[in-house]
């Protein structure tokens, strides 16, 4: 290898390549090598008391080896291995689901909801609507995930034919993305505890016929086909 470019292989590892003064060969150091820190000028590789000690192949070598790495070590240069990996974020909680009663302030976020639904319904109506039927005594629960998701309406009748009041569950609803995860069930489980704790032995259920898979899904909570149910715009 040629002195140039063992000088820049040294320069690379973050030595000075030092070549002997002596022109005289068989005098001295003649035609030896050492290596010295670039910063600091200490001495690193070749040196003895008479002189330079290395010849060329050694030098190469040792910037080949693991001297080199031994030696930047000891000084507190050691070469920088792969950077350790950032740890892992670890993934946000799931917000909690909250079941409540509907707040007017929820009148837009329920509006949104039943206008997915194929219902015309704008805040301003909702709101209104909220409040005549609180005045009723019927109740309206939503379901809260960070935001709110869903929304449940319900009511109660006094019928001659039956010994307790009956409580019905007119509208259920749940936005697209949430489907899936367990808060309808959520909602009409919280509907059937306040309608009995209200009295009605019976909770039943509207649908439009058209909506198989809300049929399935109170079919697989308990729920049987009994009756036709007619409507006529008055």
Known sequence: MSDEALREMAENRGCKLVRSRVRTPGRGDYGRFGLKDAKTGREVFGFGKKG????????????????????????????????????????????????????????????ALITALGYEAEAADIKRRLAALAKAGQQ?????????????????????????????????????????????????????????????????????RKRLRAHAFYEKLGYDRTSYRFAKSV
């Open 140 to 208: 309206i629960v939503v379901a809260e995930k960070a935001k709110l998701v869903g929304v449940l309406t319900t009511s109660m009748m006094i019928v001659l034919h039956r010994p307790k009041p009956v409580g019905r569950i007119s509208m259920l609803v749940v936005a697209e993305e949430e489907r899936g995860a367990g808060i309808g069930t959520a909602l009409v489980a919280e509907a059937e505890k306040r309608l009995a704790a209200k009295g009605c032995g019976l909770v039943e259920v509207t649908s439009n």
């Open 52 to 111: 330079l000690t290395a010849s060329p192949e050694e030098i190469e070598q040792y910037l080949r080896g693991d001297a080199a790495a031994t030696w930047k070590s000891s000084v507190g240069k050691t070469r920088r291995g792969a950077p350790k990996p950032k740890p892992t974020a670890k993934p946000k909680p799931e917000p909690k689901l909250v079941l409540r009663d509907a707040r007017p302030k929820d009148a837009a976020a329920i509006a």
